[in-house]
């Protein structure tokens, strides 16, 4: 399940119950300890492992279903475990979980133990994670192509056709490879002789190893693990397709 998913699932889900909380924190009272706990908790979650944690612990139907039913008064565990129809170890396993998130409190009433959660900190989070999310989305958006590379068995043949097709100069860098410039504002390429003709284009990232993970990530391969040169630390991915992509990573020396 994807995040973008479990923050919609999370937002209609909660709200069938945001509006009704009655704590002691909604009628004006003074937050309990263990709230102020959870709290310092969910702050940390928008990092690592913390994050990640969150999101398995709402992703579930279960869990989600617990959270609402002790969204509006403290419950006991068994009556959760009635009230679901699940047997009372396994709603245990579920508030374990709640609890170490930070996603329930527990308070002791007499001889029985007391659930409770807290949607308005569930809302903080997940308004939170959007917008990390956003964030990540922003920075994918900002990967500009940069280069580009054609390469054939007739490296000659390549010069003649992209300058009187388009305009191009072409410039000799050295045996086997050119480079061309483009019109103003349009990103550069290069010539490569090879035996098998290949077109690849060049992505300008802003932290190569983690473009890289997460080009692995979503289905790609490693051609060319990260490279320094010595003009640019780049590498080279194939999409799902076998399509390939050069990463290249902004830094001081440019492109």
């Not at 007391?114 to 900002?142: C, F, W």
Request: aromatic share 6%; net charge negative; hydrophobic share 40%.
């Amino acid at each position: 399940m994807g995040y973008w998913h479990i923050v919609n699932l999370g937002v209609d889900y909660f709200g069938i119950f945001r509006n009704t909380v009655t704590s002691k924190t909604h009628r004006g009272e003074a937050d309990p300890s263990p709230a102020n706990r959870n709290r310092r908790l969910l702050a940390g979650w928008m990092h690592g492992d913390e994050l990640d944690e969150l999101v398995r612990a709402l992703s579930n139907r279960t869990r989600r279903t617990i959270l609402g039913l002790c969204a509006q008064e403290f419950v006991s565990a068994g009556d959760i475990a009635a009230e679901i129809d699940l047997a009372l170890a396994s709603v245990s396993e579920h508030l374990k979980v709640l609890r170490k998130t930070g996603l329930v409190e527990l308070e002791r009433t007499g001889t029985k133990w007391l659930y409770r959660s807290h949607p308005d900190l569930i809302d903080e989070v997940l308004t939170a994670l959007a917008a990390d999310l956003g964030g990540l989305q922003e920075k994918q958006m900002n990967a500009p192509i940069v280069h580009f590379e054609v390469a054939g068995p007739d490296e000659r043949s390549l010069h003649s056709f992209y300058r009187e097709l388009f305009g191009w100069s072409v410039e000799m860098m050295g045996p086997g490879y050119s480079l061309m410039q483009t019109p103003d504002g349009s990103p550069n390429g290069a010539i490569r002789e090879a035996e098998a003709s290949e077109l690849s284009i060049g992505v300008g990232v802003a932290d190569l190893e983690s473009a890289v993970e997460h080009a692995v990530s979503q289905g790609g391969s490693i051609v060319m693990a990260p490279t320094d040169n010595g003009y640019v630390n780049k590498a080279q991915v194939a999409d799902p397709a076998g399509n390939l992509i050069t990463l290249i990573e902004n830094d001081e020396r440019g492109e």
